[in-house]
T-cell receptor, first 114, second 110 residues
Framework: DARVTQTPRHKVTEMGQEVTMRCQPI?????VFWYRQTMMQGLELLAY????????DSGMPKDRFSAEMPDATLATLKIQPSEPRDSAVYFC????????????FGPGTRLTVT | GENVEQHPSTLSVQEGDSAVIKCTYS??????FPWYKQELGKRPQLIID?????GEKKDQRIAVTLNKTAKHFSLHITETQPEDSAVYFC?????????FGGGTRLMVKP
């Protein structure tokens, strides 16, 4: 049963620290998405990649957030410096471009910035 | 861009009753409409989906209807059970861009 994996599952850090979240998409999937979920804003798309190339990151605060796909098996989302308002659950999802369009979500990283 | 509105934000039903959640979308080019169920502390998981060339789809107790002209789609759950309690999200996809509705917290009372 192929699944998207994310690490870490939980992260508590102090304001100003760098945070790196990692995602391993399902093998063979060529699109990767990063979402942020908060009670106030719901599920927001931050960025997505197709064949490792960033296609849209307009949902991401550019001054502190960055997303990369160093290879087909790893996507990263970095926050530097982190702020308390970044506290949220960050989900990674993967899918097939031009396929069935279903996106498979990872378990999420719960980030708390104090 | 796409805008998806979802109603109601909370829904409480008695076990055995039906539940209906409605969504509207703005982009007529959207062509795929999934529904996700998210239990507390868990990831969103796809429960049913419908494509723009279909008006209705059913899977056991769950059904989805789509009205492309009016740009709205609905999730119907019949014979609700306590394990149906969760947050449900509708979404609309255009060119792999998925826009979520705000979610509906469904509570099924035994």
């Amino acid at each position: 049963d192929a699944r998207v994996t994310q690490t870490p599952r939980h992260k508590v850090t102090e304001m100003g620290q760098e945070v790196t979240m990692r995602c391993q998409p399902i093998l063979g999937h060529n699109t990767v998405f990063w979402y942020r979920q908060t009670m106030m804003q719901g599920l927001e798309l931050l960025a997505y990649f197709r064949n490792r190339a960033p296609l849209d990151d307009s949902g991401m605060p550019k001054d502190r957030f960055s997303a990369e796909m160093p290879d087909a098996t790893l996507a990263t989302l970095k926050i530097q410096p982190s702020e308390p308002r970044d506290s949220a659950v960050y989900f990674c999802a993967s899918g097939l471009w031009g396929g069935l369009d279903e996106q498979y979500f990872g378990p999420g990283t719960r980030l708390t910035v104090t | 861009g796409e805008n998806v509105e979802q109603h109601p934000s909370t829904l409480s039903v008695q076990e055995g009753d039906s539940a209906v959640i409605k969504c509207t979308y703005s982009d007529s080019a959207s062509n795929y409409f999934p529904w996700y169920k998210q239990e507390l502390g868990k990831r969103p998981q796809l429960i049913i989906d419908i494509r723009s060339n279909v008006g209705e789809k059913k899977d056991q107790r769950i059904a989805v209807t789509l009205n492309k002209t009016a740009k709205h789609f609905s999730l119907h759950i019949t014979e609700t059970q306590p394990e149906d309690s969760a947050v449900y999200f509708c979404a609309a996809i255009r060119s792999n861009m998925l826009t979520f509705g705000g979610g509906t917290r469904l509570m099924v009372k035994p």
